[in-house]
Structure formats: C-alpha cells, structure tokens
C-alpha cells in the first residue's frame, strides 16, 4: 500500500514537472518574440534618429559654412579698405615727403643769406661802433661801465626816495602806535631800585667790637666765614666790618647774623652758630615773602612753590644796579599792559614777563647762563611751551617766534633802558662809546663821529664831495644794521648822518 501510494505520488509529481516545463517553454517562446519585436523597433527608431541627425548635421554643415562664407567676404572687403587706405597714406606721405624737400631746400637758401646778411650786420656793427668810438672818446668797455654807473646812480636815488616814503610811513603809523603803548606802559609801572654790590658794611658800636668778631686766635671769624660762605673784611675803616660775596642771599644772612651778634654782646662760636640758624630761617621768610608779594602785584596765579621761592631770592639779586625782583614784576605789568593794548592773553604775557629772569635766582650757584639756568627751571617745573620760549627769546639768543615773546623782549628793554633804572660801570660805558664812533669811522665817506647823548645817538659828518643826499639814507640804514649786529646796548641809538657844502667868496 504503501509502495502503492510512493509511486502514484512520484507519477503525480513527474506530470506536475512536465505541466510546468511546458509552461515555462510557452512563456520563453512569448519572451523571445517580444524580445525579437522590441529589438526590431528599437533598429527602427535607431535608423530613424539616425537619419534625422544626418539630415541635421547636414543643415548645420550648411549653415556653418554659409557664415564662413560671409565672413570672408567680409574681411576681404576689410582688406581691400585698408589696403586702399594704406595706398592713399602712402600716396600723401609721398606728397609731404616732396613738400619737405622743398621746404629744405628753401629753408638752407633763407640760411645762407641770413649767415650772409649776419656777417654783413656785424661788419655795418663794428664800423657803427668805430665810429661811435671815434665821435664819443668812449672805448666799448667804457661806454658800458658808463652805462652802469649812471643806471646804478638811478637805482640808488629811486631806492633812498623809497626808503624815505616807506620811513615817513612807518614814522605816521607804527611809531606814534609804538610810543603810545610804551608810554602808557612807562607811566603806569615805575618801580625803585637799588645799587648793585658784591658787598655789605656792617657798622659797628666801636673798634674795639673788631677784636670780638676775630675772637681769640681768629676763631669767631673762621666760624662766620665757613658757616655762611662769606668773606669778612676787618681793616682801617672806622666802625664798620665788610662782608664780601657773590651770592646775595648768603651775604645777607651774614649781615643779619653780625647784627644780631653785635646787640646780644655774646660772641662766641656756639652762639654764632645758634645766630646764623635764625638769620637763615628769617632770610628765608623773607624770600617766600617777597615771592609771594611778586605775584599778588602782578596777579600770577598757579605758579609751582618753588618758583615762588626762587622769585623771592630775586629780592636779594641786582643787576646793573636795578633790583631783579623789582625788575621782573615791572616787565610782567609793562608785558600785560603791551598785550592788552594788541588784544593778547593779558595773563600768559604777566607770567612770561615775571618769570623772564629766573635763572638769576640761581646762576651764582649752577653753571651756564640765567637764560639757560631759567629755561631748564621752567621746563622742571612743567611751565607753558609758550612762557619757556619766551625766557629763552627775551634777550634776542634765539628768533622770538610768538608775540608774547616780542612782548617781553620789549618790556625787558623798556624796564632795563628807562631813565634811572640802571648804571653802567664807566669803564664799559667809555669802550662802548669808542666802539660806536669806531663802527661809524668804518664806512667811505665819513669825517667825523661823535657819541653823544651818553650813547644814545651818534652824529656823523660825511663829506659831501662822495657821498650824495641819496647815499646817506643808505649810509644811515646800513650804519645802525652793522650797529644792531656789533654793538650790545640798553635801549636804542638814533643815526643821524649830517652833509654840508658850503661856498665862501670875498668881495674886493
């Protein structure tokens, strides 16, 4: 049964095989044909697709060489143009070519008779200048160096009558503005003065106080002269003791000192000590004193305390005789007065004028000038560009290059030259005199000099056969310029050149 039903299901099975492979055979034949129709479409569509695009690529061959066409009729038109234009430049370069050659040939001809007519020229020249020669007396050379002086004679009568209209202008304008301000600077600000000295007397009660102040083998003296730095001078003179030194304010601290030892009758090195300690702390109130005076009288605010105090040993420094304290608060006024009346910074020009003359605080103790000395003090104590350059320009060291600086320039010179304000050691005064007749004597033309005015104008006589009413104008200018820049002087010195001719005859 069981081998029974083993072989139906292996028969069942072999049917259901061959059912499927007949199948599957039909559906491979259907696969075939339809793979057999789509490649023959697709052949078709290729040769189709193929066709179109010979056609195309034809057209487009067509097309191309069409424009290709075009174009080369075109730049053969081109060509041709340009080739004609070129033949025509040619032809015209051709023609101006020719034009030059004539040209040349006229211009050598215009040449050689203009060379021909040169050499006639400079013959019919020189037989003119023979002849003007002949009829004149004048050689070539002379006749020029004639013509030279007469138009230099011109230039200088035209110059000396310039000189004068603008002097005239200058003297209608500039001068009155001038002594109206300084005049008015002048009258508001007029301070004292005192002598210059190296040195102080002392007076004493008797001769006999001498030996004190020597003390017993000298050593009262030796403590004073070490401990102030000052020499003492005991000789003949009669009750009076000299102190000796260059620096004012030790100098003044001896003398109080020997004032307060003369009273108190006790002399002895402890107690000169004791003394020169209380003279030194009394100078030096004073000084802040004084300094701080300085600048409520001109109004200067803001200044550094050491300036102030260096303002106030002014006080005890002199300078030709005028007190350099007194001085400096005399150039402040006359400096806020001169910029007030120019419309200037009033306060900036005080402060310049106060503080122009600082460094003589100091000089007898630093090296260099009190210009330099009062530079560097005002630039350690941070002051205004502006009042720094004005120290430095007051005396002409360096160009004033702002008006504050001319400002105090001239107020230092109105302070110093005003009547009065200083003297002069006669010795120098004598030189400076000498000199200037000295520079006047120098020029051509000059027969006398005279200073006179003590100083303060020169006269010159000229003599009238060289030197003529023009060239003393000239005379005049050049000589106060040679002044200017030799000669160092207070103030100011008129040149005043005189020329006199004079005809005597007799009658008989």
């Keep these: 049964m069981l081998i029974l039903m083993a072989a139906l299901a292996v028969v069942m099975f072999n049917i259901g095989m061959a059912h499927r492979r007949k199948i599957a055979e039909q559906k491979i034949g259907g696969a075939e044909e339809e793979a057999r129709q789509i490649v023959a479409a697709a ?3 290729a040769e189709a697709k193929k066709r179109e695009s010979v056609i195309e690529a034809r057209e487009e061959i067509q097309k191309n060489r069409t424009e290709l066409e075009k174009e080369i009729r075109e730049r053969r038109s081109e060509l041709s143009k340009s080739e004609r234009r070129l033949q025509q430049k040619e032809e015209s370069l051709d023609r101006k070519h020719d034009a030059a050659e004539k040209k040349e040939e006229i211009l050598g001809r215009k040449i050689k008779e203009a060379e021909e007519m040169n050499d006639e020229i400079r013959e019919i020249k020189k037989s003119e200048t023979e002849m003007l020669e002949k009829i004149s007396g ?4 002379e006749a020029k160096e004639y013509l030279i002086r007469m138009i230099e004679t011109d230039a ?9 209209e603008i002097d005239q202008e200058i003297k209608e304008t500039a001068e009155r503005k001038a002594r109206e301000y300084i005049s008015l600077a002048i009258q508001k600000c007029a301070a004292d003065h005192v002598s210059e000295a190296a040195i102080s007397v002392v007076p004493l009660p008797n001769d006999e106080m001498k030996g004190r102040i020597i003390g017993r083998e000298g050593r009262n003296i030796r403590t004073l002269e070490t401990m102030t730095g000052v020499d003492l001078i005991i000789d003949d003179t009669p009750e009076a003791i000299t102190l000796s030194s260059f620096d004012p304010v030790r100098r003044e601290i001896a003398r109080l ?7 108190d009758g006790r002399i002895h090195p402890a107690r000169i000590e004791e003394m020169i300690e209380k003279s030194r702390r009394e100078v030096d109130a004073i000084i802040k004193s004084e300094g701080e005076r300085a600048i409520f009288e001109t109004g ?3 200044l550094h305390p050491e300036l102030i105090k260096l303002l106030g040993r002014m006080h005890y420094r002199t300078s030709y005789g005028q007190n350099v304290l007194q001085h400096s608060i005399e150039v402040a006024h006359v400096s806020g007065i001169l910029a007030a009346e120019l419309g200037l910074d009033i306060t900036m020009a005080k402060r310049a004028g106060l503080l122009h003359d600082i460094g003589k605080a100091v000089d007898h103790e630093t090296e260099g000038s009190h210009i330099q000395i009062g530079v560097d003090l005002a630039r350690k104590y941070r002051e205004n560009r502006e009042i720094i350059h004005a120290i430095q320009a007051h005396h002409g060291d360096v160009e004033a290059e702002t008006p504050i600086a001319c400002i105090v320039q001239a107020a230092d010179a109105i302070s110093a030259a005003r009547p009065g304000a200083r003297r002069e050691n006669l010795e120098a005064y004598i030189k400076r005199l000498e000199k200037l007749e000295a520079i006047a004597n120098e020029f051509p033309g000059v027969e006398k000099s005279f200073a006179i005015q003590a100083g303060r104008e020169i006269r010159i006589m000229v003599n009238p056969e060289t030197v003529t009413d023009d060239n003393m104008v000239l005379l005049a200018r050049d000589l106060a310029k040679k002044i200017e820049s030799e000669l160092e002087y207070p103030g100011q010195i008129k040149v005043s050149v005189m020329r ?3 005809a005597v005859d007799y009658a008989k």
């Design 43 to 45: 052949v078709k569509q």
């Design 138 to 141: 004048f050689t070539a050379e």
């Design 156 to 164: 200088r009568h035209e110059a000396a009558i310039k000189i004068r």
């Design 257 to 263: 000192t020997l004032e307060k030892l003369i009273m």
């Design 300 to 302: 200067v605010q803001g």
């Design 500 to 502: 006199e001719t004079r």
